[in-house]
Every structure is written in structure tokens, then in C-alpha cells.
């Protein structure tokens, strides 16, 4: 069932120049967009323009190309820090949320709950972390390590993670500053609150050195899709992002996330569900066709063995292209993609060729084409059937991509009341249809 307000959310998931594996090769497209902030800041004003509720920068902490010859060939999508990034575009926007990576796995829990209070704090309470667990060995032996840590230990880990980051959240009561000059008192000491977390991973005495948020807790973001991951967005997230090819899975995973959630005592809808989708849309089905065959055609078949070789964790370089994809054992990284990319080529008998056709356009997450009423319908439907609660939108290009979006599917989502055509809130919480954490106290 759609959300509570019959408003589905969107999403704007950045990404360089664009989520096409090819995009920056693109002539509608300036790869040295990829450095500069006037690139960034465009695309959020042309989001907040279009009521997006939020932008989202995803992240890495490696270079997963690694330093083979065809790395050459790919574009750096992840230059910049997101978080401070996102402090960046603050000046240039007003209302549009501001969601940024952060994995638990490589940072000690007290510098992210202190950096994404600062970013909601600075926005007015439109700060949102995207949690995620890292998944390759290429991260992990940036940190000291040989190999990335057990599936389920980096989940287990990030269970308490956030445990400990909301205790540090929740340090200062609501009304515990004063700012009482006569009385000589800038903050009520009765009203802050040790943490003393000992956990089995982190121990960590608090109290935080700030005041709570506007927000209450900045919005949290969960992308993981296998077993535990759900579980983990089940029990703290107020957002899951997801990878859905088909309506009845989405439809399944949605509800079933939504299940897990409501059996620890939440309420279904404040547990929001947005799968990817990377519409190719233009006035005529024709022209977004040509736009999606232009991108493919730039494709090197070896840089896109290398992208789907880094995201099922195994290597496919000396496979043959023109044969399925073979049988592997589940390794330790991103288990959702890889049972996601194995399901595809089984269920359609792809190739590995065809299934790097299939992924260079949008690493797994849905790919649209048409016209914007097509691409409305495609929307709506999932909507409508509990598939999804909105979405979050790639565009192929930017910041090309998402001007065609925003003009043209946009005003077609509004006019069939699916979609704001203003902000009714100050908040990510606001836009998203969620209410302010409270504070210890329940006030």
C-alpha cells in the first residue's frame, strides 16, 4: 500500500557524471565536471527545484578498480568525501535532504555520530547517513587489514555501531542548553548523559560534546539487501535502499522488511523502502531508445567484466563471455548483488556478455526507457502495489539525466497527485513523512 499520505519519495542518488559505466565518455558530457563543486551544486538545486526529498552520495574507501591497465578506462566516481561534500552544498540549498555513506566498519562509532549531528545541525535538520558495512578486500587493506571481516561480523558490529552512535545522540536532553548569561550557566549538567557503552566491539563513556540535532537523530539509511542486512535496516533504519528487478521481488522484499520491523514493535510506515531505477526518458520512445543505445554502445565489454568481476567478488577475466556465468561460492562481500546478478543471468539464460549488457547501465537497480508517461506508469504501478514506497533515481548522465527527469517525469508525477509540488517541511524527517526522534525523556 502506498505511503500514509499517498506521496511516494524520491531519492536522487549522485554519482559523478552519471551511473551509466560509460557516462563519463559521453559527448553531452564534461568528465571534468567530476571536480568541480559548481557540478554538485547544480545538480542539488536542480533536485530541490523538483522537490526530491533527498540527494544521496554513496561511498567507498578504495579504489576498486585497483591499478589494472583497463582502471584507466573508468571514471573516479568517488573523489570527494561525501560528508564534506554535502557540508559544501549546505549554502547552496534550502529544504532538500543531504545523505552521505558512511561505512561502520572504518570509522569509530563517536566521529560519525559527531559528523552527522554537525551536518544536521548546519542544515537546519537535513542530514541523513547511509550505513553500510564495506564489502572488498581493497577496503579493508586500506585499514590495516589482510582481508575484509565475516559478513556477518561487519553486521553484527554495525548492530552495535548505531546502538553506540544513538546513545551519543541522545547525550544532551532536548532542553538541556540554558544560555542563562546572568545565571552564569550555558548548559543544565543534570540534563547530559553519559553513555557507558561495553559492548562485545566498542566501549565508548561518553557524553557527547554536542546538543541534540534538530532532527533529533539525522535520518538513518540501511543498503544492504541480504539476510542481514534486512535485519539490521528492520531494527534501525528509517530508509532502505534496494536492488529490484522484478515487481513481485520488490513486492516481497518490501513487505517482508516491513514485517521484520513491525515484529520489534515499529510501525510499518516508518520504515520507507526505495528500490534504484535509472530512467532513459525522452518525448518519444524512439528518442529513449537512442539515448540508452548510445550509452551501451560505449561500453568496452573487458571494463564491464571488470565491474560486475569487483561486485560478485570473483574474478570472470579469463571466462568465456559467450558462456553462462558459472557456478561460485558465496564469498564474504556484497552477498544481495551477487545473488541479484545470479538470479538475472539464470532466470534469462544470459550470458556473461548479455549480463554485463545488463549491469553497465545501472549495476543491477531497474533500467526504464520511454516516454515520461511510461516511465510514470512504470513508477506509479510499483507504487500503487507495495513494491515500493518511492525511489531513488539514477540518471545515466549528469547532469543531463536528471534534467530530462525533472522536466519531464516530474510534472507528470505531480499532475497525477503522486508527488509534491512543494515542500511541506523544513526536515528530512518532514519530507519523508517521519516524525522528530525525542529524547531520552520521550519528549
Known sequence: MPAADGKLRLGLFVQGVGHHLSAWEHP?????????????????QTAERAKFDAIF???????????????????LVYQFEPLRLLGALIPATERIGLVATVSSTYLAPYHAARRFATLDH??????????????????????????????????????????????????FDDD???????????????KVHAVNHKGAHYDVAGPSQWTRSPQGHPVIVQAGSSGDGQALAAATADVVFTAQQ???????????????????????????VLPGITPYVAATEAEAQERYEEL????????????????????????????????????????????????????DGLSIRQLV??????????????TPAHVADQIEDWFKSGAADGFNVLPPTLPGGLDDFATLVIPELQRRGLFRTEYEGRTLRDHLGLARVPDRRGR
Not at 571534468?32 to 547544480?42: I, M, P, V
Not at 520488490?250 to 510506515?269: C, P, S
Not at 568481476?309 to 570472470?316: E, F, P, R, V, Y
Request: hydrophobic letters at 45%; glycine letters at 10%; charged letters at 25%.
Open 357 to 370: 549488457g545488463r549491469i553497465t547501465a545501472a549495476r543491477g537497480h531497474r533500467v526504464v526507457v520511454g
Open 296 to 347: 551501451q554502445a560505449l561500453v568496452d565489454p573487458r571494463v564491464g567484466v571488470g565491474l560486475l568481476s569487483a561486485m560478485i567478488g570473483w574474478d570472470l577475466s579469463q571466462a568465456d563471455l559467450d558462456g553462462p556465468l558459472p557456478e561460485a561460492p558465496q564469498t564474504e562481500g556484497w552477498q544481495s548483488r551477487q545473488k541479484l546478478f545470479a538470479d538475472i543471468a539464470r532466470a
Open 246 to 272: 522484478l515487481k513481485p521481488d520488490a513486492i516481497a522484499f518490501t513487505q517482508g522488511v516491513k514485517d521484520q520491523a513491525e515484529a520489534l514493535g515499529r510501525r510499518r510506515d516508518d520504515l520507507l
Open 176 to 190: 538541556a542548553l540554558l544560555l542563562d548569561q546572568k545565571a552564569q550557566r550555558f548548559f543544565d549538567v543534570s
Open 57 to 75: 552520495f554513496a561511498d567507498n574507501v578504495g579504489l576498486l578498480a585497483g591499478l589494472h591497465p583497463l582502471a584507466e578506462r573508468t571514471a
Open 122 to 171: 548546519l542544515s537546519g535538520g537535513r542530514a541523513g547517513w547511509n550505513l553500510v558495512t564495506s564489502g572488498t578486500d581493497i577496503e579493508a587493506r586500506n585499514f590495516g587489514l589482510s582481508e575484509q571481516l565475516g559478513h556477518a561480523d561487519r553486521y553484527g558490529r554495525a548492530a552495535e555501531y548505531v546502538e553506540v552512535v544513538r546513545k551519543l545522540w541522545d547525550s
Open 28 to 44: 553531452s558530457v564534461d568528465p571534468a565536471d567530476l571536480f568541480r563543486l559548481e557540478h554538485y551544486q547544480r545538480i542539488a
